[in-house]
């Protein structure tokens, strides 16, 4: 396995509820990264660019995903600023389209949101409310 690409699993932002919905959608890997060798029965050892120095080099099989040569599924790690324990928090880009639902008694304002690191087609319906007060 050692010479063959993988993907990095990262996790949004931990205990964070977007727009009532844990970020089911969000992008989950990074990379991909060259393995440079098998360290454990379940542990490998990656090459990681300078800007994760700070991480460890050795990874569980768990964190790891085989890349297959597709770049639509590949978010770029140089897009998104990662934390120490591989989380990173998602940015909005622009408001594409404003709606009202009606619900008995009450109106809900959505808005479609276009996020960085992600194309147009991947924007997503979010309570404008809930985007208001993240991003003030």
Same mark, same amino acid.
């Given at each position: 396995?050692?010479?063959?690409?993988?993907?990095?699993?990262?996790? @949004?932002?931990?205990?964070?509820?977007?727009?009532?919905?844990?970020?089911?959608? @969000?992008? =989950? $890997?990074?990379?991909? $990264?060259?393995?440079?060798?098998?360290? =454990?029965?379940?542990?490998?050892?990656?090459?990681?660019?300078?800007?994760?120095?700070?991480?460890?080099?050795? $990874? /569980?099989?768990?964190?790891?995903?085989?890349? /297959?040569? !597709? =770049?639509? /599924?590949?978010?770029? $790690?140089?897009?998104?600023?990662?934390?120490?324990?591989?989380?990173?928090?998602?940015?909005?880009?622009?408001?594409?389209?404003?709606?009202?639902?009606?619900? =008995?008694?009450?109106?809900?304002?959505?808005?479609?949101? /276009?996020?960085?690191?992600?194309?147009?087609? !991947?924007?997503?319906?979010?309570?404008?409310?809930?985007?208001?007060?993240?991003?003030?």
């Amino acid at each position: 396995m050692a010479g063959e690409n993988v993907l990095l699993r990262v996790s @949004s932002m931990k205990g964070v509820m977007r727009f009532g919905k844990i970020a089911k959608l @969000s992008p =989950r $890997f990074i990379g991909p $990264f060259e393995i440079l060798e098998r360290v =454990r029965v379940v542990a490998y050892r990656i090459t990681l660019p300078p800007n994760l120095v700070g991480l460890h080099l050795v $990874f /569980h099989v768990y964190m790891l995903r085989k890349y /297959h040569e !597709d =770049r639509s /599924h590949v978010l770029e $790690f140089s897009t998104v600023q990662l934390d120490k324990n591989l989380t990173y928090e998602k940015e909005t880009i622009d408001i594409l389209h404003r709606l009202v639902q009606k619900l =008995r008694s009450k109106s809900i304002l959505s808005v479609k949101v /276009h996020w960085r690191s992600q194309p147009i087609k !991947d924007a997503t319906w979010e309570s404008q409310s809930d985007i208001r007060s993240r991003y003030p």
